[in-house]
């Protein structure tokens, strides 16, 4: 039996980037998904746009048809990439930026699953898909509609997609887990919003100060170990805390 085969999106920086690092010095091979390649990383890697899922998806499906023959121990499906548009009420936001965040965050998550579950139904190995959420999927938070959105709506779409692969013969475990506050790019926006529009910008700035964020490497290791727990997918909406 060969190693883990574990697909990654959003690799190229942040806790995307300490994930693959871990993965690839566990034994994995890994296949990373970001719109740029990460310097480094020993692994096969696509520079894509997940904003056209579609294409992506389609790509994905045809690789993995490829793999079937690997006969790799697992394979996993890590859905990490995501994007924030600007900070601001829903009317002061671009169209074009809030169908971006949704087509990346939401829309990207749900194709690639798909084109997963096609592609590896016949595999006779564990199959897993990660879906990487935030507390803000399950509270809401002004000027945040589209994230908020993206990430409920990848909450919801894991659970029905659990309901699904627990009718099937060798289904996949699925969840969507949010992984803490992590001290990445993303927190900077959200420290770097302009009060006005957004009210909620001091108490990001108060866990900076208070030291509360949790390091991409420490928050890595948290979500790949709560993916290896044997019960992972018995809660399709999970937290790392939990």
């Known amino acids: 039996m060969n190693a883990p085969l574990t697909i990654l999106t959003g690799a190229s920086r942040g806790m995307g980037r300490a994930m693959a690092e871990q993965l690839l010095a566990a034994g994995h091979q890994l296949l990373c998904i970001a719109r740029k390649p990460a ?127 627990a009718q099937q013969p060798n289904g996949a475990r699925v969840c969507s887990l949010a992984p803490g506050v992590i001290d990445t790019d993303m927190q900077v926006q959200l420290r770097g919003a302009d009060p006005r529009d957004f009210p909620d910008r001091g108490n990001f700035v108060g866990m900076k100060e208070q030291g509360a964020l949790v390091s991409p490497h420490d928050g890595a290791a948290r979500v790949l170990a709560y993916l290896a727990r044997p019960d992972f997918g018995s809660n399709p909406a999970g937290d790392v805390r939990d």
């Not at 499906?77 to 601001?88: D, K, S, Y």
């Not at 990346?104 to 749900?110: D, F, Q």
Request: hydrophobic share 50%; glycine share 8%.
């Open 39 to 165: 310097a480094g990383l020993a692994c096969e890697q696509w520079s894509a746009d997940l904003a056209d899922a579609p294409a992506v998806a389609a790509r994905l499906d045809a690789w993995l048809a490829q793999r079937a023959a690997d006969k790799p121990a697992s394979v996993t499906l890590i859905n990490n990439a995501g994007t924030i548009p600007r900070i601001a009420p829903l009317g002061g936001v671009a169209a074009d930026d809030l169908a971006h965040a949704l087509r990346v965050g939401l829309e990207a998550p749900m194709l690639l699953t798909g084109a997963f579950l096609r592609a590896t139904a016949g595999w006779a190995v564990p199959r897993k898909v990660l879906n990487i959420s935030s507390g803000l999927g399950r509270r809401a938070m002004a000027s945040q509609a589209a994230y908020c959105a993206a990430k409920a709506g990848m909450d919801h779409f894991t659970r029905c997609v659990a309901l699904e692969e």
